[in-house]
């Protein structure tokens, strides 16, 4: 288990942007990778639930009242009963904090903004930058502690504000304020928001129908693209468990399809070193069949992840060096 580490004031500015979650454009990528999380805590505007859609307004509530953010899977016994502890221990505190619970399996660009090593991950956005928290399951009375220096580290800097379960905020002066206006998003085209719906109740085979159509319509749709990637990695963990997936790989460890399996498992939470290096690995003893399979994979995986991110150009470099 990791240590919990305090947060302190230089951790306030550091390297993960999180404005990109703001934009138009992410907003409809991130739609692509799922409907809203069911947070195993009570909704409401002290406990609710995130993704990478909705965490544009995320950010604009820290700039009132310091967030709680936990990354967690409803596969995962450790992440359901964190969520409990945060949920019981921020209400505590009278609405000084909030909590936003996002399911890692559906916000893969949270998972990535934040650069979560594992599941689950504890951190906070105050005055819209990230925090550092601590990964793991944490007792209450270290979690305690960290989440009261994480209120001084938000009055350091100017964020003091309340908020009642009803969603209205005071500011340090104790005036009421309703916080700043959410500007009301644009829709998604048709396609985009077929597919949305069926990714929202768990119909992954027609979301993907959705997306290939779209790409049809137009081969440049670069967010049906990866909205087809991500689509068909939810559908291939659907109705799988993470015990029968790790002990299939580790009894075959030359199986290819029990390694793609955990491949996928990996990068749906948050491991994506891990994902492309262990079929990167695998792929120098397969035969051709098995390479072509593995060399489609990546280049969806590729897609779920970002084609610009550092650790896919790097995984598509290695990749080209064992095909060339």
């Not at 340090?172 to 928001?193: F, M, N, Y």
């Amino acid at each position: 288990m990791t240590n919990a580490v305090p947060p302190q004031p230089a951790n306030l500015r550091g390297a993960v942007d999180l404005s990109a979650l703001v934009h138009r454009d992410e907003r409809a990528r991130a739609d692509a990778a799922g409907a809203a999380p069911e947070a195993p805590a009570s909704g409401d505007a002290i406990v609710f639930a995130t993704d990478d859609a909705a965490f544009g307004s995320t950010l604009e509530l820290s700039r009132s009242v310091p967030v709680v953010v936990v990354l967690w899977a409803s596969w995962s016994e450790q992440s359901v009963a964190l969520v409990g502890s945060l949920d019981r221990l921020v209400r505590a505190r009278e609405g000084r904090l909030v909590l936003a619970a996002a399911d890692a399996d559906r916000s893969p660009q949270l998972v990535q903004a934040f650069q979560a090593q594992g599941i689950p991950t504890v951190v906070a956005v105050v005055a819209g930058q990230p925090v550092p928290l601590f990964s793991g399951v944490q007792p209450d009375e270290v979690i305690d502690q960290v989440l009261d220096q994480l209120l001084e580290l938000a009055v350091q800097h100017g964020v003091s504000g309340r908020i009642d379960a009803d969603g209205a905020s005071e500011g340090a002066d104790g005036a009421e304020d309703a916080g700043p206006a959410t500007p009301e998003e644009p829709p998604l085209p048709p396609l985009h928001q077929e597919a949305f719906d069926a990714i929202s109740r768990g119909d992954y085979a027609a979301a993907a129908s959705a997306y290939r159509t779209a790409m049809a319509q137009d081969p440049r749709d670069t967010l049906a693209v990866a909205g087809l990637a991500q689509a068909n990695l939810l559908g291939r963990l659907q109705g799988k468990t993470l015990d029968s997936i790790r002990n299939a790989a580790a009894a075959a460890p030359d199986d290819l399809d029990a390694q793609l399996d955990v491949a996928d498992l990996d990068l749906s939470g948050g491991h994506v070193e891990d994902a492309f290096d262990r079929l990167l690995t695998l792929f120098p003893k397969l035969d051709a069949d098995g390479k072509r399979i593995v060399r489609e994979r990546m280049v969806e995986l590729f897609e779920v992840v970002g084609t610009d991110d550092p650790r896919v150009v790097q995984a598509r470099r290695r990749l080209a060096s064992l095909l060339y």
